[in-house]
């Protein structure tokens, strides 16, 4: 169980385009949703919380109107990176949790969308 | 502000040896702590996780211990093989919110 996928797994797009990476939690209703970006040999960070039905929750440096996020279902939630620029390159990892199922103190890891911009 | 910090930040040894990667963190006020595994270009996979009130967990080849009042988690890995070759992350979680803090990362590379 705790099976959380992301689509799409990779993507390439021209700069100025704006990208929708789907999270999805397959088999429990997540109330919370995390988005994480990684650079290459670096760790992840904490891009934003989203709860669902709510406004997500962005970190500090995170612009919330270039990472649109959107948590309408207990099972989606959709990072949107608006005017995508090469700088915006990286690894984009979401976790899910729920207090409602066993193992409710851990994130459940989607297996990461690879964007690169061109 | 919590800050998680790995050492070494990369590791490289013969097969067979058992090795330990340290973990350490600014803010005792932790919810609990992980341990998972990276693979190049890949998620994350979860190896173990510790509870604030606990003291180590273990999973096969590899135990984890916590020190929350120092501030420090060990993953100790024996008998390595060719194919624990992978990035090491341990992340904590905030008190009282969902957010985990994640470290630096190891690299480990274990030569056959």
């Known amino acids: 169980g705790a099976v959380v996928s992301q689509h799409p797994s990779w993507v390439i797009c021209k700069s100025g385009t704006s990208v929708k990476i789907e999270c999805r939690s397959l088999?429990?209703?997540?109330?919370?949703m995390f988005w994480y970006r990684q650079f290459p040999k670096q760790s992840l960070m904490l891009m934003a919380t989203?709860?669902?039905?709510?406004?997500?929750?962005?970190e500090q440096g995170v612009e919330k109107d270039k990472f649109l996020i959107n948590h309408a279902s207990l099972t989606l939630s959709t990072l949107t990176v608006t005017s995508a620029h090469p700088e915006d390159s990286s690894f984009y990892i979401c976790?899910?949790?729920?207090?409602?199922?066993?193992?409710?103190?851990?994130?459940?890891f989607g297996p990461g969308t690879r964007l690169t911009v061109l | 502000k919590q800050e998680v910090t790995q050492i070494p930040a990369a590791l490289s040894v013969p097969e067979g040896e058992n090795l330990v990667l340290n973990c350490s963190f600014t803010?005792?006020?932790?919810?609990?702590l992980q341990w998972f595994r990276q693979d190049p270009g890949k998620g994350l996979t979860s190896l173990l996780l510790?509870?604030?009130?606990?003291r180590e967990q273990t999973s096969g080849r590899l135990n984890a211990s916590l020190d929350k009042s120092s501030g420090r988690s060990t993953l100790y890995i024996a008998a390595s093989q060719p194919g624990d070759s992978a990035t090491y992350l341990c992340?904590?979680?905030?008190?009282?919110?969902?957010?985990?803090?994640f470290g630096t990362g190891t690299r480990l590379k274990v030569l056959a």
């Open positions: 989203s709860n669902e039905g709510s406004k997500a929750t962005y």
């Open positions: 803010d005792s006020a932790i919810y609990n």
């Open positions: 992340a904590v979680r905030i008190g009282g919110t969902y957010k985990y803090i």
């Open positions: 976790s899910a949790s729920s207090p409602y199922r066993v193992g409710a103190n851990e994130q459940f």
């Open positions: 510790i509870q604030s009130s606990q």
């Open positions: 088999d429990f209703q997540a109330t919370t």
